[in-house]
């Protein structure tokens, strides 16, 4: 009962495995979301228990606005409460503008941006009644600069830190925080396809970064420590555009 409760989005591959994974590390019981890769989860689960900590899986999917509201009472109901939360759910879908399908479009903003709403408008109710809680959003370079071929990706990450800023202010004397984390290149299934070469060329630090990079600065915000800490939005990106 000591145990904070952690919920990750998307958290069955990837930065969200790695984020459990850390979270799990750091003392949490960790909420384990997917929408259809059970084995992978069952995976970060594994992955999970050996470091020492606790999980469960909660499949759902972040997009289905229902889903998420069934979801997230169910746990609260079980659990009581969600001290941590950490919107990591995304995909692409990627095109130039003029030939982009509008299902391109309306898919990614729906579980990049939309999902925001749905899984974090129940749990900060929840968190602002305890007075405490940890949100943090991982969005993208893209949502900073922009992407050639990536319009619908770079608007919803950028909407997700407009989102992130608006609402860490309206929370902030509750003792809730909300961050953005705004990963460059990380070696992930969602990179496997680009061309490293070239683009190792434009990182500074002459590597893409690991999950586990983007894992650490997760586990910092939601720490006490981090508790002055609301509003921000940390690159991790090797130097790539700033």
Known sequence: ????????????????????TALAASGCHVLINYRCRQPDAEATLALVQRAGG???????????GTACEQSVAGLLQTHQRIDVLVNNAGIRSDSLLVFMKA????????TNLSSFFNVTQPIVKQMALQRQGRIVTIASTAGQTGVE????????????IGASKALAREVAKRGVTVNVLAPGFIETDMTAGLSRKELLAQIPAGRFGKPEDVAAAAVFLCSEAAGYITGAVLNINGGVYT
């Open 103 to 110: 299902e391109q479009w309306q898919q990614v903003l729906a």
């Open 149 to 160: 071929g990536q319009t619908n990706y770079a608007a919803a990450k950028a909407g997700v």
């Open 1 to 20: 009962m000591d145990k904070r409760i952690a919920l990750v989005t998307g958290a069955s591959r990837g930065i969200g495995r790695a984020v459990a």
């Open 54 to 64: 606790s999980g469960e899986l909660c499949p759902f999917d972040v997009a289905d």
